[in-house]
């Protein structure tokens, strides 16, 4: 691309004053070995206010679940109140229908890890954590973040449990910055969550988000440091670290193909959020 061509980024701005700089940059860092981001991960402006949307009402279905969670209420009641809040914001439940996912919303209560499908047979109870993972898509946009609920008293472990992953997130969160590499991420999660005697799962994890509800990266949450693909401003994606109180072992329920349990049946906990990089740090686009 030559200096006075509009830049790629489609803001209209000569190259050389735009994306020449961090072009320059990637190709330095790709010549020292690293990974580095394909351009369709590079959003554009107007893509990330259309996610920054798609975030925001995400974030307001979870306002209206932490409203209505108690003792007392089934977690098909929970998806009813996912799928009409969704349907106020003119957006879609993107977990609906996805790959056979019946439901509007994933439900993990105590060791359940992720993907727990609401039912009508689930009551919530006094001492269970539970996670409500919202992903909406608004305009072909999407945010995706989910939170920790303890219903009425729990046990020590388990409010420790889900102090400690938000923690976890919060610190990867507070190191972000750009042109890192996303197995950081996952170094300073897993360390901190094995110096609070808990484990941190494997299996599953982050991703890259925004105009489809899973793109790359993949963010694992165990990684090394200086591994894996840089993270370049302009990039969409989750962490949303699942910590197990007891082994990190994770099994996924024959009979519905999706409930992702604990294998030695400890508790786990999850929280998720949404998040550009941006030139200067990292920001928050759901939670
Ligand atoms: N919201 C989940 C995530 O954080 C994805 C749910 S996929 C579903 O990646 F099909 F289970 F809904
Ligand atoms: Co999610
Ligand atoms: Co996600």
Known sequence: MRDNDKC???????????????????E???KRGKI?????????KEQIEGIREAG???SLILDKV??????????????????????????????LGYCGFPKSVCISVNNVVCHGIPSKKQVLKDGDIVNVDCTTEVNGYYGDA???????????EAKKLVRVTKECLDFAFSKLTPFMNVGDIGHHINKMARANG??????????????????DPFVNHTAKLGTGMVLAPGMVFTIEPMINAGKAGVYIDADDGWTVRTQDGSLSAQWE???????????ILSK
């Open 8 to 26: 790629w980024c489609k803001s209209e701005t000569p190259y050389a004053l735009c994306h020449k700089d961090f072009d320059l940059k990637l």
């Open 146 to 156: 989910s939170r920790m609920f303890i219903i009425g008293e729990a046990s020590e």
């Open 56 to 58: 925001r009402i995400n």
């Open 66 to 95: 932490a409203e209505n969670i108690k003792a007392g209420i089934t977690t098909e009641e929970l998806d009813k109140i996912v799928f009409e809040e969704t349907q106020k914001y003119n957006g879609r439940p993107a977990p």
């Open 198 to 215: 808990f484990s941190v799962v494997k299996e599953l994890g982050g991703h890259g988000v925004g105009l489809a509800m899973h793109e």
């Open 28 to 30: 330095e860092l790709k």
């Open 273 to 283: 959020y949404t998040i550009l990089m941006t030139e200067t740090g990292a920001e």
């Open 36 to 44: 580095v981001p394909p351009r369709k991960l590079i959003k554009t």
